[in-house]
C-alpha cells in the first residue's frame, strides 16, 4: 500500500473486533517512508525539464497556514525561475504575490486583474503597488466583481 514497492501487510478487524478490542486492534498497513535520495530525485527530474508559466487560482477564504505554505511555495517557484500568473484578491491570490515578491524577481510574476486598479479593495491596492507587471481591465469597471471576474 505504502512505501517503495517492498510488500506490505494489511490487517483490517472485523467490526466487531474494533468494538470490542478497541482502536489498539487496528492495523491497516506499517508506512516505510521512501529514503530521502528518492525525493531529491523528483525534484531533481521536475527542475531539469526547466521553467514553466504557471497560473495560481483560488479561494478568498482560506487559512493562515494555508496561505503560508501557498507564499512558500510561490517563493520556491519564482526562484527556480517559474513565471507566475495570479489575480489581486486577497486569500490564494494575495499569498503568491507575497511569496513571489519575497523572491525578488519582478519580472517572473504578472497579477491580472478583473477591474482596474482602483476598483481593488485598498489592502490589495498596497500590496499590488509593489507588483511590476499588473494587467488591468478598467472595462469592466461598471461589472460588479464576479461578472468582471468571468469575463
Not at 511590476?132 to 461589472?143: A, G, Q, S
Request: net charge negative.
Amino acid at each position: 500500500m505504502f512505501g517503495s514497492g517492498d510488500e506490505v501487510s494489511t490487517k483490517i478487524p472485523t467490526q466487531a473486533q474494533s468494538l470490542v478490542e478497541g482502536s489498539n486492534s487496528v492495523l491497516v498497513s506499517e508506512y516505510k517512508p521512501s529514503a530521502d535520495v528518492d525525493y531529491l530525485q523528483e525534484l531533481l527530474a521536475i527542475q531539469q525539464q526547466g521553467p514553466r508559466t504557471i497560473g495560481f487560482f483560488g479561494t478568498r477564504n482560506m487559512g493562515f497556514m494555508h496561505q503560508e505554505l501557498i507564499e512558500i511555495l510561490s517563493y520556491a517557484l519564482v526562484i527556480t525561475k517559474n513565471h507566475l500568473f495570479t489575480s489581486g484578491a486577497s486569500g490564494t491570490n494575495a499569498a503568491v504575490i507575497r511569496g513571489a515578491l519575497r523572491a525578488e524577481k519582478p519580472e517572473l510574476l504578472t497579477v491580472i486583474l478583473p477591474q482596474s486598479l482602483k476598483k481593488q479593495p485598498p489592502e490589495s491596492q498596497e500590496l499590488l503597488s509593489k507588483v511590476k507587471n499588473v494587467v488591468e481591465k478598467p472595462y469592466n469597471d461598471h461589472l460588479p466583481l464576479i461578472e468582471a471576474s468571468r469575463t
